[in-house]
């Protein structure tokens, strides 16, 4: 790498620690710097980023934040909740029409779903497909609506599977193994509780209770990542992220910061980095435009962002980071695969 | 001012405020009389008009209420429809602050099947969507349908509701269900909702 292209980088790093609410070190943008390096090769992200005009647009980057690119540019919609196929030579998302407002957890219940190749060229909508998500081939989706959980063979659209959606009521992933669906449901009257299911049974149980939300999968399996509002704070609270085994025993932080509330979460193809936003206002921020982008390793966690004292006293084995700081985004997608490579 | 803020009056001042010591006997006592008479036709004429003037609003009243309580969609909406008391608030609405939005699950006291596919239980559970807003502005992208005039929830209040059910077949989304121990309940999912009457 030439010697300049270099110095740019670790001025951007310590630009970007500067930026961020704590006290910044030389060390802290060394730290930022090391991971900077680590991830800026490994794949790509895709995101929804909101456009001057209006509307949301799909844009490449690479997991530092490099390089990015629009993959969309269409002023009458918003492509939204972008994600690869499992072998990441196709994408899925959503088209909503750019004068609507995009709602931070019932997205899935808005627009169309659009199947694209891995640069969102020749998009087919495929219908209303609310929730719409990949199964772990590739050759099927699962959604989520009224009907109840719906298996969708993609080559002949025919529903080739029903079941009672139980008390899922927005979010339904599918787990990489195939065997599981993860989802925010209505559980014994208690609202936004993250809901694990049994694909061929049906039975579930809980993962977490009390104020929840936008769950995914590890790439094992094994663990669901989720935003929680704690009831351990004053007032409305800030939502952190966590991550919990999907049996439903001890949860943990990932990520919290006082004055941000923790949104988009979702791990690297191998687990080992977070993605997430830290959002001034409540929600993901797909209701203005978007919010701060962040990437960190899950080995660090928990990592505490800003000052944050009171979540510091609750948490005293908390790191100060690193977290590496990425655009204003909304939902990000990576992949290990060279989506451009066909190009 | 207050009926205790009323200086106390003596006896007569008031019936016969112009009166001396002078005055014959006799004529005394006819004045007072006549004073009296008039007092108690006239109090008996206010009692009466305003009798008659009470059970005139008495009747608009009830005529406005009948009016309103099927306006709208009420009489087609959903497949039930019931005049019903709500029996009590089980704790405080979360916020609808515009961020979040849930349907919250009441308890009613049924007094009239105006239509109905099947039996409607005497105490019933209706899930009413985001009920911190007025009936008339609850409609948005994802439950058009919904309305009515309803201006707000208040324990005792009779509404007449145009439901479907189950509940979970026309909304998807968060329910706050503080009657979530009553196995085997029914939820009804409200459609419309309108005023029919105020609570005692």
Not at chain 1, 151 to 178: C, H, M, N
Request: glycine share 10%; net charge positive.
């Amino acid at each position: 790498m030439p010697r300049f292209s270099r110095l740019l980088n670790l001025a951007l790093a310590l630009a970007a620690v500067s930026l961020a609410p704590q006290q910044a070190t030389a060390a802290d943008a060394r730290a930022v710097e090391a991971l900077r390096k680590e991830v800026a090769g490994k794949g790509f992200l895709v995101a929804s980023i909101k456009q001057k005009r209006g509307d949301w647009d799909l844009v490449l980057m690479r997991p530092d934040g490099s390089e990015q690119r629009k993959l969309t540019d269409t002023p009458d919609w918003s492509e939204a909740a972008p994600r690869w196929s499992p072998e990441g030579r196709r994408l899925l998302y959503r088209r909503i029409k750019a004068a609507s407002v995009i709602s931070h957890d019932r997205w899935g219940f808005q627009g169309e779903l659009v199947m694209a190749d891995a640069l969102a060229r020749n998009g087919r909508v495929l219908g209303k497909h609310t929730w719409g998500c990949w199964s772990p081939d590739g050759k099927q989706i699962s959604t989520l609506s009224l009907k109840g959980i719906e298996i969708i063979d993609l080559e002949t659209s025919k529903v080739t599977r029903r079941l009672s959606r139980a008390g899922y009521f927005q979010q339904l992933f599918w787990s990489p193994d195939g065997k599981w669906f993860c989802g925010t449901a209505n559980v014994g009257g208690e609202l936004w509780t993250i809901v694990r299911m049994d694909v061929v049974t049906g039975k579930w149980n809980v993962v977490s209770r009390f104020r929840n939300c936008t769950p995914d999968w590890a790439p094992d399996s094994k663990q669901v990542i989720f935003s929680n509002r704690p009831s351990n704070q004053q007032g409305y609270g800030w939502t952190q992220l966590w991550i919990a085994p999907g049996e439903g025993s001890k949860r943990r932080m990932i990520y919290g910061e006082d004055n941000r509330h923790i949104y988009g979460g979702g791990l690297s193809p191998d687990g080992r980095y977070v993605l997430f936003t830290r959002c001034p206002k409540d929600g993901g921020g797909s209701e203005r435009a978007g919010a701060p982008g962040g990437l960190m390793r899950l080995s660090d966690a928990p990592i505490i962002g800003g000052n944050s004292p009171a979540l510091r006293k609750l948490h005293p084995e908390a790191h100060q980071g690193p977290v590496l700081e990425l655009p204003d985004l909304w939902e990000p997608h990576w992949t290990y695969t060279d989506v451009t490579a066909g190009k | 001012m207050s009926h205790s803020e009323m200086p106390a009056m003596e006896e007569g001042d008031a019936a016969n405020p112009g009166s001396t010591a002078t005055d014959p006997p006799s004529s005394l006592t006819a004045a007072r009389l006549l004073i009296l008479g008039v007092f108690v036709v006239g109090a008996a004429a206010i009692g009466i008009g305003s009798a008659l003037r009470n059970q005139a609003t008495t009747a608009d009243d009830r005529k406005r209420v009948a009016g309103t309580a099927v306006a709208g969609d009420v009489r087609t909406a959903g497949r039930f429809e019931v005049t019903a008391k709500l029996v009590e608030l089980p704790g405080d609405f979360l916020p609808n602050d515009g961020l979040y939005n849930y349907a919250f699950v009441l308890k009613y006291e049924l007094l009239e099947v105006h239509r109905s596919e099947g039996d409607v239980e005497s105490t019933f559970y209706v899930a009413h969507y985001n009920p911190r807003k007025t009936r008339a502005r609850v409609a948005d992208e994802f439950y058009s349908d919904l309305g009515g005039n309803l201006m707000r929830f208040r324990a005792g209040d009779v509404h007449r509701l145009a439901l479907e059910l189950p509940w979970d077949q026309h909304y998807i989304g968060p329910l706050v269900d503080r009657y979530h121990d009553r196995a085997g309940k029914r939820i009804y999912w409200a459609i419309w909702s309108n005023s029919a009457g105020a609570g005692p």
